[in-house]
C-alpha cells in the first residue's frame, strides 16, 4: 500500500488532465478485472462480471492544481486555479509544468515581504498577485520548452514516511481512494458485477462521476475519499470528530446534507460487514465538502450511495498526512460487502 500511495502521490494529474494517473491504474489493475476501458469524458471504467446486481464503486484522479494564464515578456507565468487552494498553502512552493521537452520546474513567487508594507504583511500574497519562475528571462523561452497559455501545473512535493506508519505527501485527495479503489479490485470475491470508476474532475464540479454514473445505472454505489479528521491543533473534535488511525469513515451526511445524504440501506451494509471481521470505523456527519458520492445518488432516479473516507489532515495542501492501516482497514471492509449486497 505504501509503494502504490507514493507513486499516486507524486504523480501529476490535474482537473481535465488525468492522464498520467490513468496510466498508472491502468498498469495496476488490467490484470485483475475482465474489462477495463476509458470513456468518452476520460473517467478509467474496470469491470469485475457476475450477477445482474451492479455495484459502483468512485475515486476521484484528479488533484487540484494551476493552469497557464498569461506569459509576459521576461518568462514570469501567471495562473489560475483549478480546483480550491487556500492562498498561504501555495506562497513559495516548487511546482513541475510538463513541457514539450520533459518536465520544467519552477517556483511560485511574489512580493518579498521586506518590500510590504504593515498592511501588506497583514494580508499576505493574494493568489492572483503571484507568479511562476521558471528560470527563464523572456516568453520565447518559455514558449521553446513547450509551455504555452492552458499549461497545466501541479505541486512538485515528495511522498516520505513519519513516525508510527503515516506519511505525507500532496494529493492524497483523492489518491488514497485511488489506492483503495485499485486495492479492492484485485483482492475481491464477489458474485456482483462490480465497477470500478476512476473519475475526473471532481475538484472542479463531480463531473466524471456524474456522466458514468448516468452510464453505468448502478444498483447502489460507495465513493472513496478523504475527510477532514478533528485530532490536531486548530481544530475542535466537536467540529470534526474522527481521528486517524481509528479506522474507515462511513458518511452519513455530507455538507449539512446539502450534498450527500446517504442511503441507510448502503451504510448498514458495510457497518455490518465491518462488524463481521471486527474492523474498526467512524461514522461521519459533516458539515462541510462534498464527495462524488452527492452527483451519483441524484443520477438516474437515484442510486442509493455512501463514502467511504480515510482521515487526512491538511488537506488541499501539499502536505497532507494520513494512516496506512487506515486505507488497508478500509478495502477490507469494502472486500468483505462485497461478498453480499445491501438490502435495496
Not at 244 to 255: A, E, F, H, L
Amino acid at each position: 500500500m505504501k509503494e502504490l500511495l507514493k507513486k499516486l502521490s507524486e504523480a501529476h494529474g490535474l482537473s481535465g488532465r488525468e492522464e498520467g494517473i490513468r496510466s498508472i491504474i491502468r498498469n495496476e489493475i488490467e490484470s485483475h478485472v475482465d474489462e477495463l476501458y476509458e470513456d468518452t469524458m476520460g473517467n478509467l471504467v474496470a469491470v469485475k462480471k457476475g450477477n445482474d446486481f451492479k455495484v459502483m464503486l468512485a475515486a476521484h484522479m484528479d488533484e487540484i492544481g494551476l493552469m497557464v494564464k498569461f506569459i509576459d515578456e521576461k518568462g514570469f507565468i501567471r495562473f489560475v486555479t483549478i480546483g480550491s487552494f487556500y492562498a498561504p498553502t501555495l506562497s513559495a512552493q516548487r511546482v513541475v509544468l510538463p513541457g514539450s521537452v520533459g518536465p520544467v520546474r519552477g517556483v511560485i513567487g511574489g512580493k518579498p515581504p521586506h518590500k510590504m508594507d504593515d498592511e501588506e504583511r497583514k494580508k499576505g500574497v493574494k493568489i492572483e498577485d503571484m507568479f511562476i519562475d521558471i528560470g527563464a528571462s523572456t516568453m520565447e523561452e518559455v514558449l521553446a520548452l513547450g509551455i504555452d497559455i492552458g499549461t497545466p501545473i501541479t505541486i512538485d512535493r515528495d511522498f516520505y514516511e513519519l513516525a508510527n506508519g503515516r506519511v505525507t505527501g500532496k494529493a492524497f485527495d483523492n489518491r488514497a481512494g485511488v489506492a483503495m479503489l485499485i486495492e479492492v479490485m484485485k483482492r475481491m470475491e464477489t458474485s456482483n458485477t462490480v465497477y470500478a470508476v476512476f473519475t475526473v474532475q471532481e475538484e472542479v464540479g463531480l463531473k466524471g462521476a456524474k456522466t458514468s454514473a448516468y452510464l453505468i445505472k448502478p444498483d447502489c454505489a460507495i465513493a472513496t475519499d478523504v475527510t477532514i479528521p478533528g485530532d490536531h491543533p486548530g481544530i475542535e473534535k466537536k467540529d470534526a470528530p474522527v481521528e486517524m488511525g481509528k479506522g474507515p469513515v462511513i458518511t452519513i451526511v455530507d455538507s449539512s446534507g446539502r450534498g450527500l445524504i446517504a442511503d441507510r440501506r448502503v451504510v448498514d451494509w458495510l457497518k455490518e460487514a465491518a462488524k463481521s471481521i471486527d474492523i474498526p470505523f467512524q461514522l461521519e456527519v459533516g458539515s462541510g465538502g462534498t464527495t462524488d458520492a452527492t452527483t451519483i445518488h441524484l443520477e438516474r432516479g437515484g442510486i442509493p450511495s455512501t463514502t467511504v473516507s480515510i482521515p487526512t489532515r491538511y488537506i488541499h495542501s501539499p502536505v497532507e498526512i494520513l494512516e496506512l492501516k487506515d486505507i488497508d482497514l478500509a478495502v477490507k471492509m469494502i472486500v468483505e460487502a462485497l461478498k453480499t449486497r445491501p438490502k435495496i
